[in-house]
């Protein structure tokens, strides 16, 4: 039961997550569209696109900056999404002027993905995989094992295949 406190007090950001998309839905049911369509479009966008980021932020101080700027990144591209998805289509107008920031966004976060990737494989490749090395870049303990149990499992189909 500790354990459970202790990893709500820790991770109380996706434990807000549903709260938040169910205050969205009920705003949604509840907002006059026809009379107010920029009000509650700007609402919506505001709070996927800044407030829950800012959340997840706050949330997550501790960990390394760039893991927390990507990922702080992709919530607002999401949020941009959830917020189109909630929005009704006649009422959408400030999302159809700047949707085209969500592909940006996504484009700078496949780049800046792709360089981390090939960073986090230079680690687990090289010859001396690092554990602490990989969890310092802001990766859960579990997957870095997972990541250097495939290296491993990788490295020896290798020799295996060149008859070592």
């Given at each position: 039961m500790q354990k459970i406190a202790r990893a709500a007090r820790t991770h109380w950001f996706y434990i807000m997550l549903p709260v938040l998309l169910a205050a969205a839905l009920n705003f949604r049911a509840t907002h006059s569209w026809a009379v107010h369509p920029r009000f509650?479009?700007?609402?919506?966008?505001?709070?996927?696109?800044?407030?829950?980021?800012?959340?997840?932020?706050?949330?997550?101080?501790?960990?390394?900056?760039?893991?927390?700027?990507?990922?702080?990144l992709a919530l607002v591209c999401g949020g941009i999404w959830i917020a189109g998805k909630i929005v009704p289509d006649p009422a959408k107008a400030i999302l159809e002027q700047w949707g085209w920031l969500r592909t940006v966004g996504v484009g700078a976060l496949l780049l800046a993905e792709g360089a981390a990737l090939i960073a986090v494989l230079r680690v687990a490749f090289g010859s001396t995989p690092n554990l602490a090395e990989l969890e310092r870049q802001g990766m859960p303990p579990l997957l870095v094992k997972l990541m250097l149990a495939e290296a491993r499992f990788w490295r020896w189909v290798w020799s295996r295949l060149q008859g070592k």
């Open positions: 509650g479009e700007a609402a919506m966008l505001f709070d996927w696109c800044l407030f829950v980021p800012f959340l997840y932020a706050i949330c997550y101080r501790a960990i390394p900056w760039r893991a927390l700027a990507m990922r702080t």
